[in-house]
């Protein structure tokens, strides 16, 4: 099992930044493959970002990408994302998610585990 815990969401205005952060416990970094993915109201559950645990290859949606910025640390078993440059559009739930599984990883149904979830509100 492992238990994903996300904080640092927040409201801030267009062109800001943030940085969330996913505590994970239960199971070694090394192992998972760590992603964020986000929800809208009234939206699907899309792909953010992804980072392997190991090799920390880092993979974007081509809709955030130049702006977001994924990592780990290994240490103290924390994946982050830095969001620059906020828009409106990227208001939505910030899950924080993690995979045994090397395949299909922009996709939700590929992770077995789940945080709770940071709001992060962009306004205009």
């Known amino acids: 099992q492992v238990q994903l815990v996300e904080s640092g969401g927040g409201l801030v205005q267009t062109g800001g930044s943030l940085r969330l952060s996913c505590a994970a416990s239960?199971?070694?970094?090394?192992?998972?493959?760590m992603a964020w993915f986000r929800q809208a109201p009234g939206k699907e559950r899309g792909f953010v970002a992804t980072?392997?645990?190991?090799?920390?290859?880092?993979n974007y949606a081509d809709s955030v990408k130049g702006r977001f910025t994924i990592s780990v640390d290994n240490a103290n078993n924390t994946v982050y994302l830095r969001m620059d440059s906020l828009q409106p559009e990227d208001t939505a739930l910030y899950y924080c998610?993690?995979?045994?599984?090397?395949?299909?990883?922009?996709?939700?149904?590929?992770?077995?585990?789940w945080g709770q979830g940071t709001q992060v509100t962009v306004s205009s």
């Open positions: 239960g199971r070694a970094f090394s192992t998972l493959i």
């Open positions: 980072i392997t645990g190991n090799t920390r290859v880092e």
């Open positions: 998610a993690a995979s045994t599984k090397r395949f299909l990883i922009s996709r939700p149904e590929t992770y077995d585990y």
